[in-house]
């Protein structure tokens, strides 16, 4: 299968790696450092950034955006002027917004299965049928919205004024894919002065090209290679090429989504913002838990926080109990993924993963056995381990169906040549799966080379880099496979 | 008390940089990717719509080019693609294949089917490969480029690549759907005509026919999907208006056959349907969101319905 990808360079600012995108971000990036030292200017200014951004993927979604700001602040607002019904009036912000992600989200869901029940016991279905599109971004807004609501509640953080919300909510370099950022850390940010030291150029830039190059040029080379064909038409490969596949998609989910969170990060630096870290090499993880502490990591302490918590402090979080807590979550978190088996199944083996990490250590104490040392060969045997059980949930939050993730499964059975995996392919995944295993402090390493080097040599590395990615890349830029959530 | 984590980190002004040098670094290396990456950066200007924004990035593209071109920036590149084995179209052996006849294939001599088009083929291509080696009789392989079509072959022009593509794999059924990118303005000797015009459709029949014809000479048999019914209703006349096209241009031509994909996939009072009822009479989501492309039971539905017309003539068991 040729699949080369045209989607337009020139296109959406939404997508970081367009020449669109890099010419709105030098007059952002302009103007709000010209307009830092006036609050109201500087805030609105970012403001109307964050909706032109979005409203180039579709106008009508800014009065989305714009709603869910005005509920958020009106719930925050009531719980100031009504302070003995605050849980009350939270609560009913969280469902406001829960019915608002989940219309969008889950009302297609809905009424294809009531349009089905309906049709198989011969009658029409009461409620009518409407394409609602998935608005970019919302599952991610959303959260934010949410976890601020908690946050007033929980006393973390006061109401913000309606332009500071508005400005938190709406900040683009996250507002597509996160990271979930909160109102506790973004929120003293809009007040702090600007930082007379400066800009961390080096390292926002270092951020920004690392995230160009795993997006554009190894997650679509993945894409392309093999991962997109085989979950097309597992018919045509073999055990082997299916399992580099399987590797493959669990190379390219990472290098594509940490690839976008690079980019944020870095952009959000440039604006003179710190947003907080959603990946620390999480194929090195020696569990399952452990996966979910370096992966998305703002993802699972929103679902930490917000979910298990609360649950387990009414459920208690005795042995058995959170177990099935953990794999009731998981099954949730893989249904805010999306409306479909394969992503309950997904989650379903996380939170099974996680289940049965929690008995066995439960039972390992409640028995007095000491935990083994995670060292030599059980360290890496409970990594591959991990990993395996990670690559195959991916297989299932990859497929369209629950028949096709198992098709190429049935693939690994069907032993026969490889021609699909190539040299090229194994270097690549190699060097993926390598990187994990650098050490933490190996990119400040990079950073501080890259900083000593004068102005104009920066600008020429960086110049440089833009060819490789564009040399080596695809014609076009798919977008990321997060958006989707 | 919650740590300050946007704090405690790297408080060294060496790293750090005043806004103003920010913005010249970023500049320069906007200025340098540019330069080093002027001709696909022109290429691409050059694929947008016609329109005041066209205009303008082909306006700047081209100056960069040239400058680019100039100074040697675009050295670097050129270098690149060769090495990938970028940029040209494969010549195959030079000796283009000609039309077979139509056969009865065998697990021996399968039928080799190539399915190519733009975005719309994506679970198409994959339906029908899927369903073709279920058949035992034929081989199948898929091209999807997304964004592409007839109107603008500067952005892919199908005739050589397919003309190349024969060249290399021979073929002996082609299945082609595009056209979904196609309700745009169309450039002729006198400019951009807008679509819908007289002008309009006569140079895209034009196109269509030649291809039609180029593909007659290389294959047994071309089966041309047309465009199904989209959810915009404006989508949809425009479909309408290029199935036209299609279907009279496959009709004069014996090596060319005209699915229809439009009516199949309309509901029951004749407009569009999301949902449709499967091989198995459930009701299934056959179509995305979008209102125009196919869900995988969806492509399910159109690849059974290529193949059971191939099948009548290819005399295919299923």
Redo the contacts between chains.
């Keep these: ?10 296109g959406g600012i939404v997508l970081f790696p367009t ?1 669109t995108f ?1 010419i709105f971000f ?1 007059v952002v ?2 103007g709000a ?1 010209i307009l ?1 030292p006036h609050r109201v200017a500087w805030r609105a200014f970012l403001l109307a950034a964050g909706w032109v951004f979005y409203a180039w993927w579709d106008y009508r979604f800014v009065a989305l955006l714009a709603a869910s700001i005005t509920l958020n602040h009106l719930a925050a607002r009531a719980t100031l002027r009504w302070p003995a019904r605050q849980r009350l009036v939270v609560t009913l912000g969280i469902v406001a917004n829960l019915v608002l992600l989940g219309f969008f989200k889950y009302y ?1 869901f809905f009424v ?1 299965s009531l ?2 029940l309906a ?2 016991i011969g009658f029409t279905s009461p409620v009518p ?1 409407l ?4 608005p970019v971004g919302i599952s991610f807004f959303t959260f934010e919205a949410i976890a601020y609501l908690v946050e007033i509640r929980r006393g ?1 953080v006061t109401p913000l004024p309606l332009l500071d919300l508005a400005t938190y909510l709406s900040f683009f370099p996250k507002l597509t894919s996160g990271p979930i950022t909160r109102a ?2 973004f929120g ?2 809009l007040d702090a002065p600007a ?1 007379e ?7 926002a ?1 270092w951020l920004v090209g690392r995230g160009l190059f795993k997006k554009v040029v190894i997650a679509s080379y993945l894409g392309e290679a093999l991962v997109d064909e085989l979950f ?2 597992p ?2 490969f073999s055990a082997g090429e299916a399992l580099v596949g399987i590797y493959a998609y669990t190379a390219q989910i990472y290098v594509d989504f940490s690839g976008y969170t690079d980019m944020a990060i870095g952009l959000a630096l ?1 604006l003179g ?2 947003l ?1 870290e959603n990946f620390r090499s999480p194929y090195i993880a020696t569990s399952v838990r452990d996966f979910w502490s370096r992966w998305h990591m703002t993802l699972t302490r929103w679902i930490r926080d917000f979910m298990f918590w609360p649950l387990a402090k009414r459920t208690g979080n005795r042995r058995y109990i959170a177990a099935v807590n953990m794999v009731l979550v998981m099954l949730l978190v893989g249904l805010w993924h999306g409306a479909g088996w394969t992503f309950i199944m997904w989650g379903g083996i996380h939170g099974v993963g996680l289940a049965v990490e929690r008995l066995s250590r439960e039972l390992r104490r409640a028995r007095g056995i000491r935990r083994p040392r995670r060292s030599g060969w059980r360290l890496w045997v409970n990594r591959l381990v991990t990993f395996h059980v990670v690559a195959l949930a991916w297989v299932f939050f990859r497929a ?2 629950l028949e ?1 993730a198992f098709d190429v499964f049935a693939r690994l059975g069907n032993f026969g040549p490889a021609p699909a995996v190539t040299w090229v392919l194994v270097a690549v995944l190699v060097a993926v799966f390598g990187m994990q295993f650098l050490p933490d402090d190996w990119t ?1 390493r990079a ?2 080379s890259f ?2 080097l004068r ?2 040599v ?3 590395a ?7 990615v ?3 890349g695809p ?2 830029v ?1 977008p990321f496979i997060y958006f989707r959530f | 008390m ?1 740590t ?3 704090r405690v ?3 060294n ?7 103003a ?13 540019a ?3 002027a001709e ?2 022109a290429e ?2 050059s ?2 719509p016609a329109g005041w ?1 066209r205009s303008v ?1 082909v306006g700047a593209a081209d100056a960069l080019a040239e400058v680019s071109d100039a100074v040697g920036l675009d050295e ?2 050129e270098a ?2 060769d090495l ?1 084995g970028r940029g040209e179209i494969a010549p195959g052996d030079g000796t283009p294949p000609v039309g077979g006849v139509v056969f009865v294939p065998t697990a021996e001599r399968p039928a080799r089917l190539w399915i190519a088009g733009d975005s719309l083929v ?2 198409i ?2 339906a029908i ?2 369903a073709a ?2 058949t035992g009789v034929m081989e199948a ?8 079509g007839i109107t603008r072959p500067e ?2 022009d199908w005739s050589r690549q397919l003309a190349a593509g024969l060249a290399t794999q021979p073929a002996d059924i082609l299945i082609f759907m595009v056209g979904a990118n196609d309700g745009q303005a169309i450039e002729t000797a006198t400019g951009f005509v807008g679509f819908g015009t007289d002008e309009w459709v006569a140079e895209y029949a034009r196109r269509v026919g030649d291809l039609m014809d180029m593909l007659g000479t290389r294959v047994s048999t071309v089966y041309w999907i047309g465009l199904p019914i989209a ?1 915009d209703e404006r989508l949809a006349v425009r479909f309408a208006v290029m199935n036209d096209i299609y279907r009279s241009a496959a009709e004069e031509r014996d090596s060319t056959r005209y699915i229809d994909v439009f009516t199949a996939f309309a509901g029951p009072d004749g407009g569009y349907a ?2 449709l ?1 499967d091989a198995t009479g ?2 299934e ?1 056959v179509r995305d ?3 125009v492309h196919f ?2 039971a969806g492509a399910e539905l159109v690849a059974e319905l290529v193949l059971g017309v191939i099948g009548e003539v290819w005399e295919i068991e299923r």
Excluded: K
Aim: hydrophobic share 50%.
């Design positions: 299968m040729g699949r080369a990808r045209r989607y337009s360079a020139l020449v890099a030098m990036f302009a450092w830092r297609g294809e349009e089905r049709d198989s049928f394409e609602v599109i998935l973390v506790s850390e003293p940010q930082d030291a400066g800009i961390e150029v080096s390292r830039l097309a038409t018919g045509q440039l913002f710190r907080p369209h169906s096709a400040d950073v501080a900083a000593r102005p104009a920066q600008a020429a960086l110049g440089v880099a833009l060819l490789v564009d040399a080596f014609e076009g798919p | 919650m300050r984590w946007w980190r790297d408080e002004a060496r790293f750090t940089r005043t806004p040098v920010t913005l010249a670094i970023m500049a320069g290396a906007l200025l340098g990717g330069l080093l990456n696909p950066l691409t200007a694929a947008q924004v990035a670097p590149h690149l693609d990938l994506e679970t291509g994959a490969v899927n080696a279920a392989r898929f091209e999807v480029q997304f964004s592409s952005i892919y959810a999301a949902l009822p459930r009701l989501r969101p979008d209102g869900t995988p």
